[in-house]
């Protein structure tokens, strides 16, 4: 492979991208972004500052914000691109297309830096992959992981220093993973200088320990404290070390004997290091990406924006939510994509945003634990972040929050208008997936109110809505609900639970934001929170919600629309009033709910 045909890709990609940048969410690989052109947003700059910023380094974030690729980068940030030469029998392979140095980080704020950098071997664990039902058999996926990484630089044409048997079948090694892995760090140091050691996903292996005892997670930490503590003794002769996990909620008990691990995660001046700023989405290439999807929906750039930003914007890393609130960068990337096809916008025409991120896996635990504590879940923020080193795999914490806020289902907010800092939701996709699943377990379990709201929807008889929509509510986690969206949510998940077809965030096509069809009876509703009734009342009258439902439902009985106030006060305290007119008379009066007036 010539180096000018790399050349060559990179105008025409570059060219290409200027019209119609190629989204590829699913690919984590940096230097295979780079080779075919794909939409990548540069983050070296914040990787630079987190890399200067010490030598033995902890960052935890949400999944699916981008480590992976974090990883992928600085591996070609220190070694460029060494792709496989040769396979572990020994035949002759087709070599790997390999991406020139000179072009590995053209346009990216590395390029300078890559140029006059000297190299350094990177070793990736992933701990995705360590699995097992016992401790002996985790310490043996432990071995497989440190054998493929051994395999990986013999590929690459560089002695590994483990035997060829033992990377072949790492089941017949006696050797403990961290002797083996001492092998592999000290071959490479030999041949190349002080290795790199980055592990993605350091908590994974743990997940399936949830709930046990301390015994009996003991010796599972254990295994992984003496495969960390190698790291400790190789202080002098490591160029760096990045860790990486999805939560802290390991942190403690897994590093114990790595105490000069340096926690970056709630630290403001690298929150953007993973997801993407609004600066991001005004540059080449979102930019053009936004721009082309707004066409598509006949929307201006503004207008769209106004949306991404709702429903995926939000997240800030650091306790005061002083610093710079990022997308959710699966989700962001996934929706424009969509958006760039033309039956996936159609779709989201008929459909509003999609869910991505939270769709792609919403914890049952912590659904379940919302549904029986919903009342634990406050905005108050953490007053000492040791509070957030709890371990959740031997029971020795319950805090619900603090699971929220490191998994990425909480955020901090900035202090705002007088009001102090608070936790909150992201987004409307987070708020609205999760509380749609607990919505779902409620009615499942028949929530108080249900039956009645079912009445109300079949009969037409919406006198006692207000009261009815409290009692349903209430089982909510209601402390952080504060805004129109999170209630929105609630009622379209508690709908969703009976069957009742909601309909929502018609906003795309300038039409009705929620609504339910239930029996042929359908019912509009307009929300707000903490306004004014007759607000909610004239928003419906000037968009003429509903109407279009009736086009849609020719054989309707009755079609309703109902607008609501929900008041939360400073102690939270809830309190809804409503009112109620016909869909087909926009010009008819409302008639209030929960009132003996006519």
Not at 139 to 154: I, M, T
Not at 491 to 503: E, Q, R, S, V
């Amino acid at each position: 492979m010539t180096e000018p045909y790399f050349q060559s890709r990179v105008d025409s990609g570059r060219q290409h991208a200027a019209s119609a940048p190629v989204l590829m969410p699913g690919i984590s690989v940096y230097a295979d972004l780079r080779r075919e052109n794909y939409t990548y947003v540069d983050k070296t700059h914040e990787l630079k500052l987190l890399l200067d910023s010490g030598k033995y380094l902890f960052l935890a974030r949400p999944r699916r914000f981008g480590k992976t690729l974090m990883l992928s980068t600085i591996e070609c940030m220190y070694q460029g691109h060494l792709p496989r030469l040769r396979h572990p029998d020994g035949d002759l392979v087709r070599p790997d297309p390999k991406m020139p140095d000179e072009f590995l980080f053209t346009g990216t704020a590395w390029e300078a830096e890559f140029s006059k950098q000297p190299r350094y071997p990177v070793v990736r664990l992933d701990c995705s992959g360590v699995r097992g039902d016992s401790p002996e058999q985790m310490r043996q996926s432990l071995r497989g992981q440190v054998a493929r990484q051994g395999l990986a630089w013999y590929g690459r044409g560089y002695e590994p220093g483990i035997s060829m048997e033992a990377l072949r079948n790492p089941r017949s090694c006696q050797d403990e993973p961290a002797e083996m892995l001492v092998q592999l760090l000290s071959s490479l140091q030999r041949q190349i200088g002080n290795p790199a050691v980055l592990v993605d996903e350091y908590d994974t292996p743990l997940l399936k320990l949830l709930g046990r005892s301390p015994a009996e997670v003991e010796p599972y930490f254990e295994l992984f404290r003496e495969f960390f503590r190698l790291f400790k003794e190789w202080e002098p002769d490591l160029h760096k070390v990045l860790i990486t996990g999805i939560t802290r909620r390991a942190y403690g008990e897994m590093f114990s004997a790595l105490n000069n691990l340096r926690d970056c995660t709630w630290k403001a001046q690298f929150g953007a290091v993973c997801g993407f700023t609004e600066s991001d989405l005004d540059q080449f290439p979102l930019a053009d990406c936004i721009k082309a999807a707004a066409d598509g929906l006949g929307q201006s750039k503004g207008q769209l924006r106004g949306s991404l930003r709702d429903n995926y914007n939000g997240y800030r890393f650091d306790p005061d939510g002083v610093g710079p609130a990022v997308y959710n960068p699966w989700s962001l990337c996934n929706t424009l994509a969509d958006l760039l096809d033309s039956q996936e916008r159609a779709r989201i025409q008929r459909r509003g945003f999609p869910a991505h991120w939270s769709d792609s896996g919403v914890s049952k635990v912590l659904v379940d634990a919302l549904r029986r504590q919903p009342a634990e879940v406050n905005s108050t923020p953490f007053g000492d972040l040791k509070e957030l080193e709890g371990d959740f795999y031997g029971n020795k914490t319950d805090s619900l929050k603090s699971l929220m806020l490191q998994s990425g289902y909480l955020t901090h907010h900035p202090e705002r208008n007088g009001q102090p800092a608070r936790l909150g939701w992201p987004n409307r996709e987070v708020a609205r997936t999760v509380l749609r699943d607990l919505a779902r377990v409620h009615t499942g379990e028949k929530l108080p109110g249900i039956e009645r709201l079912r009445h109300c929807l079949e009969t037409g008889d919406f006198v006692d809505l207000p009261d009815i929509l409290l009692d349903c509510l209430y089982a909510f986690p209601y402390n952080i609900m504060e805004d129109e969206y999170a209630y929105h949510a609630a009622l379209h998940g508690i709908f969703l639970g009976m069957n009742a077809t909601p309909c929502s965030e018609r906003e795309l096509s300038g039409r009705y934001d929620l609504a339910t069809i239930y029996k042929g009876r359908a019912c509009v509703f307009e929300l707000k929170y903490n306004g004014i009734l007759s607000e909610a009342q004239e928003q419906a009258d000037r968009r003429q919600y509903g109407r279009s439902l009736l086009v849609e439902l020719e054989r309707a009985q009755d079609a309703t629309c109902i607008a609501l106030n929900i008041t939360k006060t400073y102690d939270g305290e809830i309190q809804i009033e409503g009112s109620q007119r016909s869909v087909r008379d926009t010009d008819a009066t409302w008639t209030p709910l929960n009132s003996d007036e006519p």
